[in-house]
T-cell receptor, first 109, second 114 residues
Framework: LAKTTQPISMDSYEGQEVNITCSHN???????ITWYQQFPSQGPRFIIQ???TKVTNEVASLFIPADRKSSTLSLPRVSLSDTAVYYC??????????FGSGTQLTVLP | DAGVTQSPTHLIKTRGQHVTLRCSPI?????VSWYQQVLGQGPQFIFQ???????GRGNFPDRFSARQFPNYSSELNVNALLLGDSALYLC?????????????FGSGTQLSVL
C-alpha cells in the first residue's frame, strides 16, 4: 500500500493561495491521488482527484509531476472556512486507501 | 438527494457491551466502507462491502464485524467493547468498488465506551 507524507500543519491568511504538498514515493501504476477535507466532528469531504498532470475544479487544483511521486493541492484565495484537516490518499478502491494524520490548515484573519 | 446517513449520532456504552451502528448509503451506491477515527488521527479502514459481499478488511480484531443488506445499507457490530474502541465511526459509500473510488462520508457515530 502506498504511503503518503504531508506536513502536519500550515498557517495562512485570508485571501492567500495555499499549496499543500504530499509525497508518495511508492505510488503504483494504477493508483489515483485523492484529497479530502475534514472539519471537526464531520466525515471527510472529497475535494479533488487526479492521475497525472493537472486537474482543476471549482474549489481546488491538483498538480502532479510526471514521476507522480508527489502531488500538490492548491487552494486559491482561502477564507476562514477553509480551516480544516486535509488528507492526501493514493490508491484505487476504498480498501487500498490509507488516511495518514493529514495537514491541519489554519486560515488566519 | 440525501447523503450518507448514519445512526445513532452519539452512543455511550460500558466495557464489555455490544454495539450496532447503522449506515444508509447514497441512493445508487452499492459499496459501503467503514472507518474508525480516534481523536487526532486520520480515519482507519475497517471493512468494505460491495453487493453484500466483504471486499476488504482492515487490521481490526474479530470483535468487529459487519454486513450489508439487499438495499445496500450496512451495519457495523462491535462485541466486548473496550475503552480503546471509543472513537468516531464513519461510513462511506461509493458507486464503484474498483478503479478510482470517490468516497462520500456520513457525519459518523461518536461512540464513547466508559
Amino acid at each position: 500500500l502506498a504511503k503518503t507524507t504531508q506536513p502536519i500543519s500550515m498557517d495562512s491568511y485570508e485571501g492567500q493561495e495555499v499549496n499543500i504538498t504530499c509525497s508518495h514515493n511508492n505510488i503504483a501504476t494504477n493508483d489515483y491521488i485523492t484529497w479530502y477535507q475534514q472539519f471537526p466532528s464531520q466525515g471527510p469531504r472529497f475535494i479533488i482527484q487526479g492521475y497525472k498532470t493537472k486537474v482543476t475544479n471549482e474549489v481546488a487544483s491538483l498538480f502532479i509531476p510526471a514521476d507522480r511521486k508527489s502531488s500538490t493541492l492548491s487552494l486559491p484565495r482561502v477564507s476562514l472556512s477553509d480551516t480544516a484537516v486535509y488528507y492526501c490518499l493514493v490508491g484505487g478502491s476504498a480498501r487500498q486507501l490509507t488516511f495518514g494524520s493529514g495537514t491541519q490548515l489554519t486560515v488566519l484573519p | 438527494d440525501a447523503g450518507v446517513t448514519q445512526s445513532p449520532t452519539h452512543l455511550i456504552k460500558t466495557r464489555g457491551q455490544h454495539v450496532t451502528l447503522r449506515c444508509s448509503p447514497i441512493s445508487g451506491h452499492k459499496s459501503v466502507s467503514w472507518y474508525q477515527q480516534v481523536l487526532g488521527q486520520g480515519p482507519q479502514f475497517i471493512f468494505q462491502y460491495y453487493e453484500k459481499e466483504e471486499r476488504g478488511r482492515g487490521n481490526f480484531p474479530d470483535r468487529f464485524s459487519a454486513r450489508q443488506f439487499p438495499n445496500y445499507s450496512s451495519e457495523l457490530n462491535v462485541n466486548a467493547l473496550l475503552l480503546g474502541d471509543s472513537a468516531l465511526y464513519l461510513c462511506a459509500s461509493s458507486p464503484l468498488v474498483q478503479g478510482s473510488e470517490k468516497l462520500f462520508f456520513g457525519s459518523g457515530t461518536q461512540l464513547s465506551v466508559l
